[in-house]
Each structure stands twice: as structure tokens, then as C-alpha cells.
């Protein structure tokens, strides 16, 4: 394992050179006030009269066209979402500079052919490992959220030194820039998304919600269970993996962890996570996702609604609304 940290950077590769940063979302945003802060000069481009447009100039930054942000830049960060981001580069390609770095916070779209960029282009990847909001309050604190890195196209032969330059300027040398592959992280990344993080974790939370109810308990009762309480050990995990879980929650607690856990996730689940995986490796899953969103997403917003009318949505609302603490 390569873990680049503060002393490895070469701040040089990009000294004097505009970074074009397409997009002012959650990473959009961050990205860009943080490279500021460490003395770059950014530009954000925004299609005229977007939604985020104004946010940007209130912010303090110049807001232009893509075509026009892109124009002098040295480097250009594709920060708009993933299904945007081929059609925006058909539109800026023929306004990038020769031998320039264009730059991604995710894989998906070099991964899977969606963009073929021009061969006198640097190609990279720096993907913070936390949401926006995490990346700029870690850095106004003077820490920084961990990054990956890989390169896809090396035409300058200073591809990785200019990523790990820009990885330094948003803080992530603070907490360390591990090397890895387009493919690596973006399989891994949507694999963690479907089968744990988001698809298999709120998965599991309703169906044990739904058990309970269905066995006559109280709904209040069975949302504090099984969706309230999953940050209080979701918080332990994170700071200290299964050790500290271990160390804080009741004996009682344990044995049923360590032998009745299994009994939900098993062979089959993990068989399952292996046809996830697979779909993810093969293309499918990439294929299906952009039929859909082509498609003007019927699926997607049907299966939406489903999860935002669902009785743990409703209960867990009303529950959230007399929780304080929350609203800070």
C-alpha cells in the first residue's frame, strides 16, 4: 500500500495554472473553496442562469460558462453528476487546452467508455472518501478527509504529481492519498453503495422494521430499534472498527451479534453480493443505469416514491420531529 502525505506533494505542477472546477454541488463546492484557501486560482463553470450559479458568485468566485472556465485552464475538475458529465464533455472538449489535466471524483464514467477523452489530455481520479460538507469543515479544521488516486492517461508524464497536487490543495494529504485503479474504485465504490452502504444496510433497517410491525409491535418502538439506534453503532464502527463496537455495547448485546448475525447474513447473502459485484464488473449494472436515466427514469422515481411513502418513513418523521437535537 502507497499512502502519499504532505511531504510528497509537488506543489509546483500546478503553480500559476487556473483550475476550471464544473459543477458547485456538495464536492463541487467544497473542492473549490478549499483550493482557494490553499492559493489557487479557480473558476467555476455553470451552465447560465443554473441553479447553483448564484450560490457560487456569493461565495466569491467567478462563474462562467463551462466552455468559457475551461478555455484557460490548466485543470479541470468534472464535478457535475455522473450522468451529466458525458454530454458536458462533448460539449467543452474542443475548448481544452493540449496537455492539460482534466480530473474526476469518480470513476464511472472513464470506467465504463461513457467519455473517451482526447489523447493529449491528462486523465485522473481524486475521490475523497466523505461527502463534500465532510471534506471542507475537516479542512477549515486543519485536518483532511483521505483521498484516492489513480490515473488514467499520462500525457504530460506529470499526470500523478499534478492529481496528488490537487488532492493537496482540497486537504486530502492531511489524511493520506492511497493509490488506486479507475476500475478499483469504481467497482468498489458502487459495489459499497448497493450491497452495504446504502442498498443493503436500509434494506436490512426496513425489513427488521417490517418484521416487527408485523409481529404486533409498536411501529415508535420497532423505528427506535432498528433505524434510530443503527448511527449509535454505525459511530462506534467507524471510530474503531469491530473492536470498539465490541468494547461498548453488552455482553448480551455481543452474543447475539456473534451468533445470530449470521443467521440473516449468510451464504446466500454473500452469494448474492457476489451477482451484485459481478453485474457491476461485466457492465450491466453501468448499462442499465444509463438506459434508465435515458430513458427519463419511470423506474427510478416509481421505486423512490415507494421508499419515501413507506410507514417507516412515516413513522420515523413524526419521531425526528420531536427530536430537538436534530435541527443542530
Given at each position: 500500500?502507497?499512502?502519499?502525505?504532505?511531504?510528497?506533494?509537488?506543489?509546483?505542477?500546478?503553480?500559476?495554472?487556473?483550475?476550471?472546477?464544473?459543477?458547485?454541488?456538495?464536492?463541487?463546492?467544497?473542492?473549490?473553496?478549499?483550493?482557494?484557501?490553499?492559493?489557487?486560482?479557480?473558476?467555476?463553470?455553470?451552465?447560465?442562469?443554473?441553479?447553483?450559479?448564484?450560490?457560487?458568485?456569493?461565495?466569491?468566485?467567478?462563474?462562467?460558462?463551462?466552455?468559457?472556465?475551461?478555455?484557460?485552464?490548466?485543470?479541470?475538475?468534472?464535478?457535475?453528476?455522473?450522468?451529466?458529465?458525458?454530454?458536458?464533455?462533448?460539449?467543452?472538449?474542443?475548448?481544452?487546452?493540449?496537455?492539460?489535466?482534466i480530473l474526476f471524483a469518480h470513476g464511472f464514467n472513464i470506467h465504463y467508455k461513457q467519455i473517451s477523452p482526447r489523447g493529449?489530455?491528462?486523465?485522473?481520479?481524486?475521490?475523497?472518501?466523505?461527502?463534500?460538507?465532510?471534506?471542507?469543515?475537516?479542512?477549515?479544521?486543519?485536518?483532511?478527509?483521505?483521498?484516492?488516486?489513480?490515473?488514467?492517461?499520462?500525457?504530460?508524464?506529470?499526470?500523478?504529481?499534478?492529481?496528488?497536487?490537487?488532492?493537496?490543495?482540497?486537504?486530502?494529504?492531511?489524511?493520506?492519498?492511497?493509490?488506486?485503479?479507475?476500475?478499483?474504485?469504481?467497482?468498489?465504490?458502487?459495489?459499497?453503495?448497493?450491497?452495504?452502504?446504502?442498498?443493503?444496510?436500509?434494506?436490512?433497517?426496513?425489513?427488521?422494521?417490517?418484521?416487527?410491525?408485523?409481529?404486533?409491535?409498536?411501529?415508535?418502538?420497532?423505528?427506535?430499534?432498528?433505524?434510530?439506534?443503527?448511527?449509535?453503532?454505525?459511530?462506534?464502527?467507524?471510530?474503531?472498527?469491530?473492536?470498539?463496537?465490541?468494547?461498548?455495547?453488552s455482553e448480551t448485546a455481543k452474543y447475539g451479534d456473534l451468533t445470530q448475525g449470521p443467521r440473516v447474513v449468510d451464504d446466500?447473502?454473500?452469494?448474492?453480493?457476489?451477482?451484485?459485484?459481478?453485474?457491476?464488473?461485466?457492465?450491466?449494472?453501468?448499462?442499465?443505469?444509463?438506459?434508465?436515466?435515458?430513458?427519463?427514469?419511470?423506474?427510478?422515481?416509481?421505486?423512490?416514491?415507494?421508499?419515501?411513502?413507506?410507514?417507516?418513513?412515516?413513522?420515523?418523521?413524526?419521531?425526528?420531529?420531536?427530536?430537538?437535537?436534530?435541527?443542530?
Open positions: 500500500m502507497k499512502l502519499y502525505v504532505e511531504s510528497d506533494v509537488k506543489p509546483e505542477v500546478l503553480t500559476g495554472e487556473r483550475i476550471a472546477v464544473l459543477g458547485y454541488g456538495s464536492q463541487g463546492r467544497a473542492h473549490a473553496m478549499n483550493l482557494r484557501d490553499s492559493g489557487f486560482d479557480v473558476v467555476i463553470g455553470l451552465r447560465p442562469g443554473g441553479a447553483t450559479s448564484a450560490k457560487a458568485q456569493n461565495d466569491g468566485f467567478e462563474v462562467l460558462s463551462p466552455k468559457d472556465a475551461v478555455s484557460n485552464a490548466g485543470l479541470v475538475a468534472f464535478l457535475v453528476p455522473d450522468m451529466a458529465q458525458s454530454k458536458l464533455y462533448d460539449e467543452i472538449k474542443d475548448s481544452l487546452k493540449k496537455d492539460i489535466t493529449d489530455l491528462d486523465v485522473v481520479l481524486i475521490a475523497p472518501k466523505g461527502p463534500g460538507d465532510l471534506v471542507r469543515r475537516q479542512y477549515e479544521e486543519g485536518r483532511g478527509v483521505p483521498c484516492l488516486i489513480a490515473v488514467a492517461q499520462d500525457a504530460t508524464n506529470n499526470a500523478h504529481s499534478r492529481a496528488l497536487a490537487y488532492a493537496h490543495g482540497i486537504g486530502g494529504t492531511r489524511g493520506g492519498v492511497l493509490d488506486t485503479s479507475f476500475g478499483e474504485e469504481t467497482e468498489t465504490d458502487l459495489f459499497g453503495e448497493q450491497a452495504v452502504l446504502c442498498g443493503g444496510l436500509s434494506e436490512l433497517i426496513v425489513r427488521g422494521f417490517g418484521t416487527l410491525v408485523e409481529a404486533g409491535y409498536q411501529p415508535e418502538v420497532a423505528y427506535f430499534e432498528c433505524m434510530h439506534e443503527v448511527k449509535l453503532i454505525v459511530d462506534l464502527l467507524h471510530e474503531g472498527g469491530l473492536a470498539k463496537m465490541h468494547e461498548f455495547v446466500h447473502t454473500g452469494e448474492k453480493m457476489k451477482e451484485v459485484l459481478k453485474d457491476i464488473q461485466d457492465g450491466t449494472f453501468a448499462n442499465n443505469w444509463v438506459s434508465e436515466y435515458e430513458s427519463g427514469l419511470p423506474e427510478y422515481n416509481r421505486l423512490l416514491e415507494e421508499d419515501i411513502k413507506s410507514k417507516i418513513e412515516i413513522v420515523g418523521k413524526e419521531l425526528r420531529g420531536r427530536m430537538s437535537w436534530l435541527k443542530n
